[in-house]
């Protein structure tokens, strides 16, 4: 005897036509009745979900700490404002183990799953290009705050944009000036062989070339090495300046290896301080870096001539004067770059009001809101300083800082301008469908 | 710089990868030798050894060989009490059944290591050098510290030589590595052996990661290199053999450090892998394996 099929039948014996007629008419005047509206403030209280891609796991962990910090401070203080059109924020959290696969996975788990209104956080750019073909499938705003040029080279899709934070091709365009007129003309690029390093290889040169000065030689390092003097002999000895850029966690090993071969007669050193983001530079080892000079977004050590809101967005953190966590001196951060998760919350919370944003039926509004944005002014909201915003190529320009190690700490010494890192989009967004 | 200088420091940089994988792989190799367990928390036990390092050496202020020295003498013993609880909860249970030990030791690996994201955060992070002593030849500067390492692995593996071939206790390792049903009837403690040579084995990883963490900071990842490099070395020397362990070991890492330097390291990996492969292929017992073991 078959169970299931029996079951069927004593229902289809108990209920008839008429019961059910009944019952959907009950329901549907239930529905209709003045006090039964479910979502009655489905317009007006109802949390907009952002889904946060964080690296808590893997090579990004110590970026994924700071970046979830950073959005709780801004989510916080946007909540606390009122939130977006009388809405709170509600961030989803999703740990993407700062692998490409499952960043892609987490994407559509955030939509399917969560229903996020949008995705917003991933800083690695292989994330970044793994998860943008997810999220433009599923027609979900994702909101990245990488700095790798995949967004503003136009190949990516309409839904990708990276409104907080400046893109690697801009970020070496605005040093190379300062470079060539201060270190040296000659420069050996030593990076990692990945998405992110070959941003730095491709834009470096034409820009350094710009200034009158030449690559002599590129030194690709595989991202899984965790030993580096083997390449440093294919540095060429008439090198005036070492332009370094490492991410994960060996880092410091590269840094340390780079000081024991070179001593104190080596070239000059300019660095990004993705090599050394969250490592205390008081570390053994790191001695040799005083007097070097590093990019920085944002200035890690709190500087004598720092405007208030860079010190309230400072306070908010739990960011101490030498930018670790105001509850562990040891906790360093990764100021160069998380401000980009605050400033970016910001425009979402400004192309949301622009167009009256509701919910998922408006993701494209959001997406051409926040393609209409040009300038912003420095302030809270913009703590790192003024930006404009390309929509064309979904970029937005900023400025960048020079930083030199005087004592164990990081000073500002040199200021970018925006024209400095401007360069000729690739690509028009705007006019791609949704 | 010329082909020369070139050449010696692809050979230093080779003979440190090689110290420190003849350490890692020994303890692997002990292990299979005498248990027959594949051991797939090798790297782990490593991995926390380097953990260990970084919190025995924070806690001594003042001369950074103080806390070094306690690194070097407490961390081993730490991960090498672990191994034995791991052995005498998990592995005897399983009867040391070849399958199930793979499977629980995989599942080890997870526990060790996540609890290590847990406890001790996902930053790698440095423990100092006991001395900072750096060597400037004419063409470049070396890490005094780095040679320091291939002396004291050598130091290491004359020890554990003594140990396994001149003491009752190799002697013993040794009789119940070659049968163990006999040993048992010649009254020795079988499974005290089994704990004490699994404890040995994450000991030894333990050291090599002591001896390493001053180069490269502790990482909660960082034993997942090693596990797969000692897994090369113990499949090409022959599981169980410790002549074969080292000369797999310098095998690799001098050719690792010469091959990546003057052509890529992706290279020097494919050879690594490729060697296997013949190996396993040719002489499936290793370069070096006794015969007696390999037989059976």
């Known amino acids: 005897m078959n169970p299931i099929g029996n079951q069927s039948q004593v229902v289809g014996n108990g209920i008839t036509r008429r019961d059910v007629l009944k019952g959907i008419g009950a329901g549907a005047a239930l529905l209709a009745a003045p006090g039964f509206v479910r979502y009655s403030q489905a317009q007006t209280s109802e949390p907009i979900r952002i889904g946060f891609q964080c690296h808590r796991t893997g090579i990004g962990a110590p970026y994924g700490r700071w970046y979830d910090r950073t959005t709780a401070a801004a989510v916080k203080l946007i909540n606390e404002a009122g939130g977006i059109n009388g809405r709170p924020i509600e961030i989803v959290i999703e740990d993407d183990g700062t692998d490409a696969a499952r960043g892609s996975e987490v994407v559509e788990k955030f939509v399917r799953q969560h229903k996020v209104d949008l995705v917003y956080g991933t800083l690695f750019s292989h994330v970044v290009v793994g998860s943008a073909p997810t999220a433009g499938e599923l027609k979900v705003p994702y909101y990245v705050v990488s700095e790798g040029y995949h967004v503003a080279s136009g190949k990516m899709n309409r839904y990708c944009v990276q409104p907080g934070i400046t893109d690697v091709k801009a970020q070496v365009r605005s040093v190379a000036p300062w470079i060539a007129n201060n270190l040296g003309k ?70 340390k290896e780079l000081g024991e071969f070179f001593g104190n007669s080596g070239p000059k050193l300019f660095g990004f301080i993705d090599s050394l983001e969250a490592v205390d530079l008081k570390s053994p080892g790191l001695e040799f870096l005083e007097g070097s000079h590093f990019w920085e977004g944002m200035p890690r050590y709190a500087q004598a001539d720092m405007p208030d809101y860079e010190k309230f967005y400072r306070e908010a953190i739990g960011l101490d004067d030498n930018g670790a966590s105001v509850n562990d001196a040891r906790d360093i951060s990764t100021a160069a770059h998380m401000f980009g998760c605050w400033e970016t919350l910001h425009i979402i919370k400004r192309s949301m009001e622009a167009c009256n944003y509701q919910g998922p039926q408006d993701r494209q509004a959001l997406i051409e809101a926040t393609e209409a944005m040009t300038e912003m002014e420095a302030g809270q909201e913009h703590p790192q300083g003024k930006k404009v915003f390309d929509g064309r190529i979904h970029q937005v320009f900023g400025e960048q800082n020079i930083s030199q190690v005087k004592e164990g700490r990081l000073e500002v010494v040199h200021r970018t301008s925006i024209e400095d890192g401007r360069y000729e989009p690739e690509g028009d967004y705007t006019k791609m469908s949704f | 710089m010329g082909f020369g200088p070139y050449f010696l420091l692809a050979t230093l940089e080779g003979l440190v990868t090689a110290a420190v994988l003849a350490l890692t792989a020994l303890g692997l190799s002990l292990v299979f030798g005498v248990m027959r367990v594949v051991n797939v928390a090798h790297g782990e036990f490593y991995m926390l050894g380097a953990v260990l390092a970084w919190w025995f050496a924070s806690l001594v202020s003042g001369n950074p060989a103080l806390g070094f020295l306690l690194a070097v003498v407490l961390s081993p013993l730490v991960v090498a009490a672990v191994a034995f609880i791991a052995d005498r909860l998990v592995l005897k249970r399983l009867n040391y059944e070849a399958e199930g030990t793979i499977v629980a030791t995989i599942g080890l690996l997870y526990i060790i290591q996540q609890l290590a994201l847990t406890f001790y955060g996902a930053e790698a992070r440095p423990v100092q050098a006991p001395f900072d002593w750096r060597i400037q030849l004419p063409w470049f500067g070396y890490s005094a510290y780095k040679l320091f390492v291939i002396f004291a692995s050598i130091a290491i593996l004359i020890g554990t030589w003594f140990l396994l071939r001149r003491t009752n206790i190799g002697l013993i390792m040794r009789a119940t590595q070659i049968d163990r049903d006999m040993a048992q009837a010649f009254a020795i403690p079988v499974g005290k052996v089994y704990a004490g040579v699994f404890a040995l084995g994450a000991g030894m990883a333990a050291l090599a990661a002591v001896l390493i963490v001053p180069i490269k900071q502790a990482h909660y990842l960082m034993g997942q290199d090693p596990l797969l490099l000692s897994f090369i070395v113990v499949i090409i020397g022959g599981l169980g053999s410790l002549r074969g362990t080292v000369v797999a070991a310098l095998l690799i890492g001098l050719s690792d450090g010469i091959i990546s330097m003057f052509f890529s390291p992706t290279l020097a990996k494919m050879l690594a892998t490729l060697l296997v492969a013949l190996v396993l292929v040719f002489r499936p017992q290793g370069l070096f394996s006794p015969g007696g073991v390999a037989a059976r």
């Open chain 1, 186 to 255: 000659k420069v050996t690029l030593v990076y990692p062989d990945y998405a992110f390093g070959h941003d730095h290889r491709d834009y470096f040169a034409p820009a350094i070339e710009a200034q009158g000065g030449q690559v002599v030689a590129m030194v690709p390092i595989p991202p899984t090495e965790t030993s580096f003097t083997r390449y440093l002999p294919q540095i060429p000895r008439d090198t005036d300046v070492i332009y370094h850029v490492m991410v994960g966690p060996a880092v410091l090993t590269f840094v």
